[in-house]
């Protein structure tokens, strides 16, 4: 089992501030998180800064991730080092990941530019139910969309700043490997947890 930040955004989001730097120096100290993806808004430019600067390190995995603000509400594709080709409407977010055996988390959904009641009508893989920006009651909401759905939940602590890094996270059941930690997601064998205990769903 392997402890996984699945949503954090570096300063090539325009409202965040975290250097690349910062974070790989933060992953090589901290005694368990050691696998994180970057889901910068609308770019990619952030993951491959921080995969760069991340590659001596063999026990650090960087997860490529975008978080595509979409006509109707924000999508993260994972796994996929590049950015999907516009129009940035779900099904062709949805599409573009599909294709290239990426992975699609609905963040935030309750929240202002979440997708909220319409996830329900996309062939999403996951919802994310433990946001570290969200409210307690947000993210009830989240997983009580997921448990109407029957998607898996995870976490993600969306962090904008150096100290909100990895307040939350993914357990995933899957060695250090990107393709296994996708595929383990997508079938079920997670559950999320935050610095001050273990949440079970
Ligand atoms: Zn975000």
Known sequence: MIRVDLHLHTNYSPDASIHPKTIVEQLYAHPF???IAITDHNTVEGYHKVQKLASPYQDILIIPGIEVGTNEGELIILGIPEAPPKPWTPENIID?????????????????????DSAKNYDVDSIEVLNGNDSLSLNKMAENLAKETG????????????????TVYTEVKASSDI????????????????KRKSIHF
């Open 151 to 166: 998607l898996p939940g995870v976490a993600g602590s969306d962090a904008h700043r150096a100290d909100e890094m990895w």
């Open 33 to 35: 998180i050691k696998v």
């Open 179 to 194: 393709d296994e930690i996708l595929k383990a997601i997508k079938k079920g064998l997670v559950r999320v947890g935050s």
């Open 96 to 116: 573009f990941a599909k294709e290239r055996d990426g992975l699609v988390i609905v963040p935030h959904p309750y929240r202002t530019y979440g997708l909220g």
